[in-house]
């Protein structure tokens, strides 16, 4: 491309940007957004379809900064999901399992559906059981989101025709998924070397399902790495230390943790570069999670970040304001005035101004793999 033609392409898309998170619903970009995913992405799965309605994740404040109730988000408002919908010009991503309460009126998943569940890891519970981890929310696996998008998907489209006419102008969001197989090895006790062990076959799952969806039609899907996770609240007071050197200085975080993410990371963008060789008519997009989020801690100041970078907005006290025995929404837990000012929100997920910057930067330009923003001017 010329440099002219680059250039006024990136005019526009400022020109773009700076609408869309000022006057949102201007970009035809893509019709739906299909999703699958954990608690980064979930709108409301899980609490669509627990039996208990008293987990933390249900309770206020969650939900207070947009929604002003909680909506089984698990943030005070948007989720990178929310603001990618705002983006497209497209409604909030329904929750599939909504449609299965039958108090509340069928769904109309045409212009998107979210099949995220809080807590979902990319392999099955039964495996990982095997090894004793196990998910404290869910067993529904990104496995078990596969089958229900293709149980629903007769009610979008009825021959193999017309699924691949609406798939291919949909956005398919591939997660994240993957953290809480870690997450629930680390923070249960496991050691990094047996979480290390399976890294591979997590890989495998997420590519396994990207290449069923590329079957059934998908033709721009969105991949996200996984976060700098010894940055989160959580995990710096699992695994507080008193070994300096364990952090880094500039933002706090631990790098031990930050490194077995990018290794994820980096499995994943090789597998990624794999399926785009077999299948070079589907656009596969790497999200870099890790680096929009790192990027806010780097300079907090400079985003709006004044609280504390390494304390939760929300959270049962002590040094990073989490304990794992009084969460967010838990009596006895409190929450800060502003969220706003805080990056993480309940030491596990980021507030919404968190994740409004980091949907921002994935959107602008460099955080995506090829660029986002790009795609949706040429379909313009
Ligand atoms: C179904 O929705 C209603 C209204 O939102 C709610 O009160 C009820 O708990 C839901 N049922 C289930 C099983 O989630
Ligand atoms: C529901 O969740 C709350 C909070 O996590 C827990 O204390 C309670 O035991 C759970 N109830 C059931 C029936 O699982
Ligand atoms: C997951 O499945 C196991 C085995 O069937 C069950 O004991 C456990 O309660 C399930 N967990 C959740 C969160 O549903
Ligand atoms: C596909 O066929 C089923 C059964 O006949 C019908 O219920 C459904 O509405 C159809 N879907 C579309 C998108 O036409
Ligand atoms: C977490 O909260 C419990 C219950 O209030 C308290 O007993 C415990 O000391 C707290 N843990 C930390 C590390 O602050
Ligand atoms: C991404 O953008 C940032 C800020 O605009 C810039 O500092 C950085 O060098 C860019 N990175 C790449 C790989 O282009």
New binding site residues.
Partial sequence: MSSMGWSFQAYLMNLILVSVFIIPHVLGCFNSVISFGDSLTDTGNLYNSSPNRSLHYFQPPYGETYFHHPTGRCSDGRLIIDFIAQFLGLPLVPPFLQSLNSTQPVQNFEAGVNFAVIGATGLDASFLATMEIHSPSTNNSLRIQLEWFKQMLPSLCNTSLDCKKFLSTSLILMGSIGCNDYNDGLLGGKSIELVRSYLPLVIEAIASTINELIELGAATILVPGNNPIGCLPSYL?KFESSDKSQYDASTGCLKWLNEFAQYHNEQLQIELSRIRRLHPQVTIVYADYYNALLQLYQSPRQFGFTGETSKACCG???PYNF?S??QCGNA?ATVCENPSQFINWDGMHCTEAAYRLMTKALLQGNYTFPRLASLCVSQM
Avoid: I, K, M, P
Wanted: aromatic residues 0%.
């Fill in positions: 007071s049962g006290g002590g304990n025995s009084v006895g």
